[in-house]
């Protein structure tokens, strides 16, 4: 339900804008929790009673939308934000070189912690890796600028608007940065599981009672605890470029080993302590006016 479409009052010169008033804050958050739910399960619901797209093509189209589930609430909160005069966060819409190059640095950081994690579990007797499942892969997409199009839009782009540009800052107003990693990682693991009942999908393939399926279930936390250390780093433009190195890296791999997977959720939580850590105490006055928009009351301690 909208509320009043009355702007606030235009602020000053040299001033922060209004923040929003708490209700509309946790109205918001709601808001869109429901929607991304709501459009994925339904979608995802479809396709599992088409019987999945390895049997009927049918079910590509509500499997494919059901991806976009979190960056449909995302456009919903920010159209109804819009409405009350209320600008973006500055994590979102905003762009820096530097910031470019950060991702860019991010990126490859998330890639070579599935890298790095499928070399040790190759060396210490896992399977092994092959240059020909990865030509195998890509060509399944169609080539290589189908399969990068592809590992773009479905995961990054249709996710990361919603989870780290939306959930994330209205989450952090209460709360640290760890525990927002946790309840948004455990709610990002829930949103997955109707992917373990559509025939054709990597998460049926893994099977929800296995080691595997169980361990990806897992990974969903130090995974959203990197993407979120991306994005505190350089804003969502990181945390899709990072996203998106993780998933398409898991993919040319052929990560499906329990070993693999288990090495992976140890390096990556790692690497997120690492980043978490240097992070601390370095938010400037620039950037935490960036987010004031988005946040309720200062951030807590």
């Known amino acids: 339900m909208l509320t009043s479409r009355t702007s606030a009052p235009a602020p000053t010169h040299g001033t922060a804008p209004a923040a929003p008033a708490p209700h509309r804050y946790r109205a918001d958050l709601t808001l869109f929790m429901v929607i991304a739910f709501a459009v994925s399960w339904l979608s995802w619901g479809a396709a599992i009673a088409l019987g999945g797209t390895e049997a009927n093509e049918a079910a590509n189209a509500p499997y494919m939308l059901g991806a976009f589930g979190p960056l449909i609430g995302a456009l919903v ?11 973006a966060s500055g994590h979102v819409v905003r762009f820096r070189a530097a910031h470019l190059l950060r991702a860019v640095l991010l990126l490859v950081l998330g890639s070579a912690t599935v890298l790095l994690a ?30 990068l199009v592809g590992m773009l839009v479905s995961g990054p782009l249709s996710e990361e608007p919603g989870w780290r540009g939306t959930a994330y800052p209205r989450l952090r107003a209460t709360m640290g940065t760890f525990r927002v990693c946790l309840v948004l990682g455990a709610v990002w693991a829930v949103w997955h599981l109707p992917l373990f009942f559509i025939d054709g999908t990597v998460q049926h393939d893994l099977g929800l009672a296995t080691p595997s399926g169980i361990l990806f279930v897992a990974s969903n936390i130090p995974m959203a605890m990197l993407v979120t250390a991306a994005y505190e780093r350089a804003g969502i433009v990181a945390s899709i470029a990072t996203h998106f190195a993780v998933n398409m890296t898991m993919i040319l791999l052929a990560v499906e080993a329990p070993e693999v997977q ?35 009351s200062p951030r807590n301690h």
């Open 77 to 87: 909160v920010r159209v109804r934000r819009r409405r009350r005069g209320e600008p």
């Open 118 to 147: 499928a070399l040790l579990a190759s060396q210490a007797g896992g399977p092994e890796l092959s240059l020909d499942v990865a030509k195998d892969t890509v060509e399944d997409f169609g080539g290589p600028a189908a399969f």
């Open 262 to 296: 288990a090495m992976i959720i140890g390096i990556q939580g790692v690497t997120v302590t690492v980043l978490l850590l240097t992070r601390r105490g370095r938010t400037t006055g620039r950037s935490v006016n960036s987010l004031r928009a988005d946040r309720p």
